[in-house]
């Protein structure tokens, strides 16, 4: 799983304990580096779909968010703009995390390619006896 889809789950999880659907908590690079490495703007969107002040909704993600280590600051920026800066240990875990996937999906992909020369041998070899 991508950083951007751990994130956004773990918002997500937040914006579900708002009382909001949990569609609202989608996470992207942030366009303000100043603010924030990541930024979620679905408090704003979540707003008008249940009748709430944005910064209302983001405060509840925020409380939920800083409840966990995975973030170093969590702020609000504007109307309800979720800003979010991870802490080093999130970035190493995520990374590990990302690394071991990696590792797992290239053994696996040798393991399949292996099996289908296998299978290719096996085949020639049966093909070379019938032909004598």
């Known amino acids: 799983m991508s950083l951007l889809a751990r994130l956004s789950e773990t ?7 708002a009382g909001v659907d949990r569609s609202y908590g989608t996470v992207v690079v942030s366009k303000r580096p100043d603010l924030g490495q ?22 509840t993600v925020i409380n939920a968010l800083t409840a966990t280590e995975m973030f170093a600051a ?3 920026a504007g109307p309800g703009f979720i800003n979010l800066t991870l802490t080093d240990a999130a970035i190493t875990a995520v990374t590990q995390a990302r690394s071991e996937e990696h590792t797992s999906e290239l053994q696996s992909h040798s393991f399949i390619s292996y099996a289908v020369f296998c299978l290719k ?12």
Not at 11 to 17: H, K, M, S, Y
Not at 123 to 132: A, L, S, V
């Open 11 to 17: 918002v997500g999880d937040a914006f579900e304990a």
């Open 38 to 59: 990541f930024q979620c703007t679905g408090a704003l969107a979540a707003a008008r779909s249940v009748g709430r002040n944005p910064r209302e909704i983001a405060q």
């Open 74 to 76: 969590v702020s609000i």
């Open 121 to 132: 041998k096996k085949t020639k070899t049966k093909q070379n006896k019938k032909n004598k």
